[in-house]
């Protein structure tokens, strides 16, 4: 790890990587022995490993996994699925399942095709939807999602490069509670995608390797490619761009004075009077219908077809 100037062998490695988990936990005060936490899994490895860390770490925290219906060319959804169940058995922990389908009616792929929202808006607002939700019905204190270093600082880079103040004044390892929002944490916030990685096929953890098929094209990736080349080039780079931003972060001041109510059909905190998830489900169930009285009229249409054309068939037979 040149960033580091250090060299770890297999059996040391696991040692530093969950330690220097802690000391991210305890820097930012994320969470203390006492607080029951919801970790957000997906079946890949940041995720899997941050829910390993924190039970050796001897904190109480479960897992959460939100099935998307994702199917892709070797089900995705399925295998990601099966990726947190087995962890979760390992672990001896219970694993949280909320599904999209049943919820919305409709999975992420086809909510893409009913509605105006692109497969990656609708997977984010129905995600951050659920994993409040649930902490908050469930009794957990926080939620903790496995972003990485590799991830912060792409969203760091294409928030500059647009000057999107108000997101880089947001933008922390923690986000603390308010108005019916739970506080979510992210202690993977100083390992690379590698670092992950290496501790997961080191604790032969399972996990899917495969990317969601909808990612593909998306310009985050290319942002992380660029830094990782200047990272090849300059070891540290993205520890020392993230560091500089968060020591600077006080410059950003969000002007948004956003108040928060309760959605008058969910009582999830919302900026409106109907959050955007349930607009959401409205949008998928109305097209539903259409579509089902749009096909159910023209089988209608077809059958009296079929109908007039036995009858005429019958005459002709009998003349």
């Given at each position: 790890m040149p960033?580091?100037k250090?060299?770890?062998?297999r059996g040391?490695y ?17 969470f203390?022995?006492n ?9 890949g490895?940041d ?7 924190l039970r050796t770490?001897?904190y109480?925290?479960?897992g959460f996994?939100?099935?998307?219906g ?11 699925k099966q990726?947190c169940?087995?962890?979760?058995e390992?672990l001896?922990?219970?694993l949280r399942v909320q599904s999209v389908?049943e919820?919305v009616?409709a999975?992420?792929p086809?909510i893409?095709?009913l509605?105006?929202?692109s497969?990656c ?9 659920f994993m ?6 469930l ?5 903790a ?6 991830d912060?600082?792409?969203v760091l ?5 647009r000057?999107e103040t108000?997101y880089?004044a ?6 603390e509670d308010?108005?019916g929002?739970?506080?979510k944490?992210k202690?993977f916030?100083y390992?690379t995608e590698?670092?992950t990685t ?8 399972p996990y899917v390797r495969?990317e969601?098929p ?5 310009t ?6 660029v ?5 090849h080039?300059?070891p540290?780079?993205?520890?020392r761009?993230?560091d500089?931003f968060?020591k600077a972060?006080?410059?950003f001041?969000?002007a ?13 905190p919302t900026?409106g009077?109907v959050c955007a ?8 169930q109305?097209?539903?219908?259409t579509?089902?009285?749009?096909a159910?009229?023209?089988s ?6 079929f109908?007039?054309l036995?009858?005429s068939d019958?005459r002709?037979d009998?003349?």
């Open positions: 960033e580091h250090l060299a770890l062998c040391c696991p040692g530093w990587f969950v330690d220097h988990t802690d000391r991210a936990i305890r820097k930012f005060n994320m203390t022995r607080d029951r936490i919801l970790v957000a899994v997906s079946g490895k995720s899997l490993a941050l829910w390993h860390a770490l001897g109480e925290a479960d996994y939100i099935d998307l994702i199917v892709g060319e070797d089900g995705y959804s399925s295998k990601s990726a169940i087995a962890l979760s390992a001896g922990r219970p389908s919820a009616g999975p992420i086809q893409k095709d509605t105006a929202r497969s808006s609708a997977c984010g607002l129905v995600k951050r939807y409040n939700r649930t902490s908050l019905e009794g957990y204190d926080v939620i999602t496995g972003h990485n270093l590799d912060e600082v792409a880079f294409s928030n500059t490069l000057w108000g880089l947001r933008q922390y390892p923690v986000l308010r108005e929002l739970k506080r944490v202690p916030i390992f590698k670092q290496i501790y997961t096929l080191i604790n032969s953890l495969d969601c909808y990612a593909v094209g998306a985050t990736l290319e942002y992380k490619d830094i990782n080349r200047l990272e080039e300059t540290g780079t993205k520890r761009f993230l500089g968060l972060r006080h410059l001041v969000d948004e004075d956003v108040v928060l109510a309760p959605c008058t059909i969910c009582a999830q900026v009077e998830y349930c607009r959401l489900i409205n949008q998928v109305t097209r539903l219908v579509i089902s009285a749009d159910h009229g023209a209608h249409q077809g059958q009296k077809a109908t007039v036995r009858d019958l002709v009998s003349a």
